[in-house]
C-alpha cells in the first residue's frame, strides 16, 4: 500500500514569490493534517482536515497561508506571498480518523526562499 | 499549554548497549503519547503509540513506557544498532482532538 505522497519535494523561489504543496494521503484516510518544520524543531501543526472540513487552522497564518482539499482526498497547501521565514520543511500526515490514531507522515517538501 | 522537552539534544553510543531516551512534558491531561524516528532528509515514522491507558507499548527491540503523573514518556532501545541513527521525537496527543504537541527530538548516534 502506497504511504502518503508529497510533490515537489524541494523548491526553491524568491521571497514574494507563490508556491504550492501538493499531498495525497493513505487511500481511505479520513484525516489530513500540514505540519511545518523548522530547522531543529519538532513539527508544528498548520491545519487539520477532516474529509473536506478544515477542523482546526488555528497555527494557520492566514493573511498569506490558504489550503484546500476540495473531495476530501488530496490537498494543496499554498503560500502567497513568500516570506524568508517561510523556508522549512512542510510535512503531510493522515490517520484513518482524527481521534487519536497514529499519524503516517509523507517524505515533506523542503522549501528555501532566497 | 503543552510543552514537551526532550534532553539531551543528542546521544552518541558504541553499538550494543541498551539506551533510553526521555521525555517530559507539562500538562498531564493527554489523550495519548507517540515516539517517532526521522532519518534526514526524510519524514516521520511512527514507532510506538501509547493512550492515556495504557503504561508502555512494545515493538521489537523498543519499549515505551507512559507515567501521566509525573509527566514523562521513556523510549528504550534494547541492543543499539548503526541502523538505530536517527532523530526520535515524542509528540504528546491532547486536547478535544488530540493534536500532536512535539519536542525538538534526540539525535542518536550509534557507533560501529
Known amino acids: 500500500e502506497a504511504g502518503v505522497v508529497q510533490s515537489p519535494r524541494y523548491k526553491i523561489i524568491e521571497k514574494k514569490q507563490p508556491v504550492a504543496f501538493w499531498c495525497n494521503p493513505i487511500?481511505?484516510?479520513?484525516?489530513l493534517y500540514w505540519y511545518r518544520q523548522n530547522l531543529g524543531q519538532g513539527p508544528e501543526l498548520l491545519i487539520r482536515?477532516?474529509?473536506?472540513?478544515?477542523?482546526?487552522d488555528s497555527q494557520l497564518p492566514k493573511d498569506r497561508f490558504s489550503a484546500e482539499r476540495l473531495k476530501g482526498v488530496d490537498s494543496t497547501l499554498k503560500i502567497q506571498p513568500a516570506e524568508l521565514g517561510d523556508s522549512a520543511v512542510y510535512l503531510c500526515?493522515?490517520?484513518?480518523?482524527?481521534?487519536?490514531?497514529?499519524?503516517?507522515f509523507g517524505p515533506g517538501t523542503r522549501l528555501l526562499v532566497l | 499549554k503543552q510543552e514537551v522537552t526532550q534532553i539531551p539534544a543528542a546521544l552518541s553510543v558504541p553499538e550494543g548497549e541498551n539506551l533510553v531516551l526521555n521525555c517530559s512534558f507539562t500538562?498531564?491531561?493527554?489523550?495519548?503519547l507517540q515516539w517517532f524516528r526521522q532519518d534526514p532528509g526524510k519524514g516521520l515514522t511512527s514507532l510506538l503509540l501509547?493512550?492515556?491507558?495504557?503504561r508502555e507499548q512494545t515493538s521489537g527491540r523498543l519499549n515505551a513506557s507512559l507515567d501521566k503523573s509525573s509527566g514523562r514518556s521513556t523510549l528504550y532501545i534494547a541492543a543499539s544498532q548503526p541502523g538505530d541513527s536517527a532523530t526520535y521525537l515524542c509528540?504528546?496527543?491532547?486536547?478535544?482532538?488530540?493534536?500532536?504537541?512535539f519536542g525538538k527530538g534526540i539525535t542518536l548516534s550509534v557507533r560501529p
Open positions: 500526515a493522515s490517520s484513518l480518523y482524527g481521534g487519536g490514531e497514529t499519524q503516517y
Open positions: 487511500s481511505g484516510h479520513n484525516t
Open positions: 482536515y477532516e474529509n473536506e472540513e478544515a477542523v482546526d
Open positions: 500538562d498531564s491531561a493527554i489523550y495519548n
Open positions: 501509547i493512550q492515556s491507558s495504557q
Open positions: 509528540a504528546v496527543g491532547s486536547g478535544a482532538n488530540s493534536k500532536l504537541t
